[in-house]
Nanobody
Framework: QVQLVESGGDLVPPGGSLRLSCAAS????????MAWYRQAPGEQRELVAS???????NIADSVKGRFTISRDNAKNTVYLQMNNLKPEDTAVYYC???????????WGQGTQVTVAS
């Protein structure tokens, strides 16, 4: 079973930056699309960014121009670079891997991002 481990969450002031990392326990990017979701208290989990097995990316409109997703195949790691953070970005951020052939989902444990002065 593949495991995903997120890291990089922290408390940052508005306008700050963070880079989240999601390390997979083995090489999966050729067969899995990767994504970052977030969930704020009392809210539904929402898709923030995704990167397909072929490397194409999608960014949610709410964070477009501020967040980018990338991956390092050699390190089996996906990143979420978050710039110009806003208080409304406060949430638990989850890494997701979706098997391209069946839609089977794997989730990480989540990492807390808090944007506050």
């Amino acid at each position: 079973q593949v495991q995903l481990v997120e890291s990089g969450g922290d408390l940052v002031p508005p306008g700050g930056s963070l880079r989240l990392s999601c390390a997979a326990s083995r090489s999966i990017f050729s067969r899995y699309a990767m994504a970052w979701y977030r969930q704020a208290p009392g809210e539904q989990r929402e898709l923030v960014a995704s990167i397909s097995s072929l490397g194409s990316t999608n960014i949610a409109d709410s964070v477009k121009g501020r967040f980018t997703i990338s991956r390092d195949n050699a390190k089996n790691t996906v990143y979420l670079q978050m710039n110009n953070l806003k208080p409304e970005d406060t949430a638990v951020y989850y890494c997701n891997a979706r098997y391209r052939f069946s839609g089977y989902d794997i989730w990480g444990q989540g990492t807390q991002v808090t944007v506050a002065s």
